[in-house]
Structures are given as structure tokens and as C-alpha cells.
């Protein structure tokens, strides 16, 4: 197949298109590297596929670059991963949130019906369960009220992303990621930072008590998602890609002194508003429709992380 990855350069995108380069697809990685961190660690990312992968530089938000790629290639279908994500800086930056997150794709998607392409992957987020009262959970509950700019243009995302099925009969997969870990995860994120301060000795800045739970889901869990749902004819699904299992925050942080054999230095701060106590997905569906069998625990996940971030560590 000839494949368009948005955001092919990031955490997640750079091990898709590396698996779909394995595969001999044909793809096309559109990325902006954007400054939200290092774009020579995007660069990097992408060092194994240069000579395999045809990389454009383009921000989704501008409709008239991504038509020039489209009418250059056609596609036979788009895996659309780029998105200014996190929660927290979601807080201060809604209007970019929104402009990358809803415009962008907005502009995909129609660009997608336009070339008749139809087969469409959209990367969702489990933020859009925000409170979720029910736990673990399902694709099917109440998504009334999502609690931060970030998780709102993940829902209208969602949204837009049914119009075009409705309306073209486009075949689109909503995967709704459980928080994703592994080698190149972003620098932002716990997993990441932890284990930077731990191993420079620094404090780590823990919000709460430590007690909130996340559903740890290593990069290769993920990437077999993204790829069953491709090669699958699915119609419309919304479909949940987590590990089934909470983490604690503070038994995170446990494992990693473990594992790294340094105690951590903690220094706790109030909530972070936007936050959720947990989130905890029910893989039921995603057995069913994807055979999706997550098979990295945490432990053995984290243990590679830590590997990698030594291995890279002049570099980050």
C-alpha cells in the first residue's frame, strides 16, 4: 500500500512508519517539527528510514501544502497521528490546541474524500473519557464532559471523523491510546522525565499524592493496534488500545528506582487541574476487531526504556 503518516516523526509515528518501512509500504511521513520539543530528536527519529520513506515537511493547519502532497502521491490510506498533544499545556494554549487538533484534521479529512482515499486511521486519546465514572473504560460510555482543551478537540476529532464515514462512506478507525511509553517517548511526559531526574539526581515533581492510576501501554502494543486496524475492513469503530492494567504513579516511580538501583528525590505539588484520577481501558473490543493482545508489562517495558534513555542519554 502507498501511505500517508501525519506526524510521522514523533514518538508514535516514527515506530509506525518504521514497521510499515519493514513491511515494504510505500510512505509518506508529513511533520512540521514543531518546537514543542527538540526537532533534531524528530529528526533523529526518523535516521533508520530516510532512504525508505519519503519525508515532507508541512503543518496540517495549512490546507493549500497538504493538497500539493496529495496530488502528488495517491494514497491508498491515511494513518493521521499528528496533533499538538498533552493535557497540561493544552490549559494555556487551547486556541493552538484547537487550530492543530480540529482545523488539521478537518483538512485531512476532506483532502481524504477529495482523493478518494478510504481507508482513514485517526489517533484519539483516552482524555476523552475525562471522570469517567465506569472503570475500566468502554467505547461506549457517555463522553459528556471531557475536562481539558486537549481532550476536547480529541472528541471533536472523533466527531468530525464519524461525518465523513456518514456521509462518503469512508472506512475510518478512531484508536483511542492508553498512555503510550517506550524508546523516543517525548521528553514531556513521566516515564521520560522521571527517569531523567532520577538518573541526574534531581527531584521529581510528583502532582498529588501520587495515588492517580494510568494504563501504561508500550510503543510495540500500540504499533500492532495501529497496523491491525489498517489491515482490517472495520467500516466506523472507535476502539480502545490500552494495557488493561493501572499503574500507580508512586509505584511507577518505585520501579524506576529499581530499576535504575537511585532513589528518587520526590517533591509532591497540589493536583494538576485538567487531570484525571485514572484511566483504565476495557481491550474487549479491541481483541475482537483487531485480535489486539497487549504483550509488554510494565515492568519489562520500563526496563527497556531505561536502556535506551542510557544508550541516548549524550543526546538528550
Not at 74 to 88: E, K, M, P, Q, S
Not at 142 to 150: E, F, G, K, M, R
Not at 178 to 192: E, I, K, M
Not at 264 to 290: C, S, Y
Request: charged share 20%.
Amino acid at each position: 500500500m502507498n501511505i500517508l503518516v501525519t506526524g510521522g516523526a514523533g514518538f508514535i509515528g516514527s515506530h509506525v512508519v518504521e514497521q510499515l518501512c519493514a513491511r515494504s509500504e510505500t510512505v509518506t511521513v508529513i511533520d512540521d517539527f514543531n518546537d514543542f520539543y527538540q526537532p533534531s530528536t524528530k529528526i533523529r527519529n526518523l535516521s533508520g528510514v530516510t532512504s525508505r520513506a519519503t519525508i515532507a515537511t508541512a503543518d496540517i493547519r495549512d490546507a493549500g501544502k497538504l493538497r500539493e502532497i496529495f496530488q502528488q502521491t495517491h494514497f491508498d490510506a491515511v494513518i493521521h497521528l499528528a496533533a499538538r498533544t498533552g493535557i497540561r499545556p493544552s490549559l494555556t494554549q487551547a486556541r493552538l490546541y484547537t487550530d492543530v487538533n480540529i482545523t488539521g484534521t478537518q483538512n485531512l479529512l476532506e483532502l481524504a474524500h477529495e482523493f478518494d482515499i478510504k481507508k482513514f486511521i485517526f489517533a484519539s486519546s483516552s482524555s476523552v473519557y475525562g471522570v469517567n465514572q465506569r472503570v475500566p473504560f468502554r467505547e461506549d460510555d457517555s463522553l459528556a464532559h471531557p475536562i481539558s482543551p486537549y481532550a476536547a478537540t480529541k472528541l471533536a476529532g472523533e466527531a468530525l471523523a464519524h461525518v465523513y464515514h456518514h456521509l462518503y462512506q469512508m472506512e475510518i478507525v478512531c484508536l483511542r491510546f492508553f498512555t503510550v511509553y517506550g524508546p523516543r517517548q517525548r521528553p514531556d511526559l513521566a516515564t521520560h522525565k522521571f527517569t531523567r531526574a532520577i538518573l541526574a539526581g534531581q527531584p521529581i515533581e510528583l502532582f498529588g499524592n501520587g495515588a492517580t492510576r494510568r494504563d501504561y501501554t508500550h510503543i510495540t502494543d500500540i504499533v500492532q493496534g495501529i497496523l491491525a486496524a489498517l489491515d482490517r475492513p472495520l467500516g466506523f469503530e472507535i476502539i480502545n488500545l490500552g494495557d488493561a492494567r493501572t499503574v500507580e504513579l508512586r509505584e511507577l516511580v518505585a520501579l524506576l528506582e529499581k530499576i535504575t538501583g537511585r532513589r528518587a528525590d520526590i517533591r509532591h505539588l497540589p493536583d494538576q487541574p485538567g487531570d484525571v484520577p485514572v484511566t483504565f481501558a476495557n481491550i474487549e473490543k479491541a481483541r475482537r476487531l483487531l485480535d489486539y493482545r497487549p504483550q509488554v508489562v510494565i515492568e519489562t517495558g520500563l526496563a527497556g526504556f531505561v536502556e535506551w534513555f542510557v544508550n541516548q542519554s549524550p543526546q538528550q
